[in-house]
T-cell receptor
Framework: EAQVTQNPRYLITVTGKKLTVTCSQN?????MSWYRQDPGLGLRQIYY???????DKGDVPEGYKVSRKEKRNFPLILESPSPNQTSLYFC?????????????FGQGTRLTVV | AQSVTQPDIHITVSEGASLELRCNYS??????LFWYVQSPGQGLQLLLK??????LVQGIKGFEAEFKRSQSSFNLRKPSVHWSDAAEYFC????????????FGSGTRLSIRP
């Protein structure tokens, strides 16, 4: 089954404790992206990757890092989480290196930073 | 820069009634346009998309949307809603000149009255 898998689904952590949210897709998609969803703001792009070892900032990259060492994986790293990073996070992938085709989304990771 | 406005934060309709969710976009040329649905606790699923051609686009689950260039709109419609349509709906716009950018609206939450 074609899917994007994020882990964990729920995470509560403390300020400053490094964490990683994993994202994996099994569709051989070139393009992957991370979004955060906040009430009243819709989805805002954090980082995206057009292929292995190619990443770039989205609209709200501050406080986040990503890596793309393999095509299927695109982890999101919070080196020193802060309460304003409490949010619902989505990973997405799409075919052909262009986000302007159908995007497949993971089920989301709800992060709470206390 | 492109932007998307969904003027209705929350809409309630009766089961069996017709539905129209509004979406207005701002973009200098003809954009790519999308509607996604997010069921509670789930990721986003593509309902339909407009790239070019026929301005009336059919999607899954009985939804359709019409691209109106003169009004910069891409409203989503369904002739008769079902209780299972209760969800959050996101309009999104992608730039033809950029492989990376899709901007999401802030979403419209749809409730169904029995």
């Amino acid at each position: 089954e074609a899917q994007v898998t994020q882990n964990p689904r729920y995470l509560i952590t403390v300020t400053g404790k490094k964490l990683t949210v994993t994202c994996s897709q099994n569709m051989n998609h070139e393009y992957m992206s991370w979004y955060r969803q906040d009430p009243g703001l819709g989805l805002r792009q954090i980082y995206y990757s057009m292929n292995v070892e190619v990443t770039d900032k989205g609209d709200v990259p501050e406080g986040y890092k990503v890596s793309r060492k393999e095509k299927r994986n695109f982890p999101l790293i919070l080196e020193s989480p802060s309460p304003n990073q409490t949010s619902l996070y989505f990973c997405a992938s799409s075919l052909g290196g262009r986000m302007n085709t159908e995007a497949f989304f993971g089920q989301g990771t709800r992060l709470t930073v206390v | 820069a492109q932007s998307v406005t969904q003027p209705d934060i929350h809409i309630t309709v009766s089961e069996g009634a017709s539905l129209e969710l509004r979406c207005n976009y701002s973009y200098g040329a003809t954009p790519y346009l999308f509607w996604y649905v997010q069921s509670p606790g789930q990721g986003l699923q593509l309902l339909l998309k407009y790239f070019s051609g026929d301005t009336l686009v059919q999607g899954i689950k009985g939804f359709e949307a019409e691209f109106k260039r003169s009004q910069s709109s891409f409203n989503l419609r369904k002739p008769s809603v079902h209780w299972s349509d209760a969800a959050e709906y996101f309009c999104a716009v992608g730039a033809r000149s950029s492989a990376s950018k899709i901007i999401f609206g802030s979403g419209t939450r749809l409730s169904i009255r029995p």
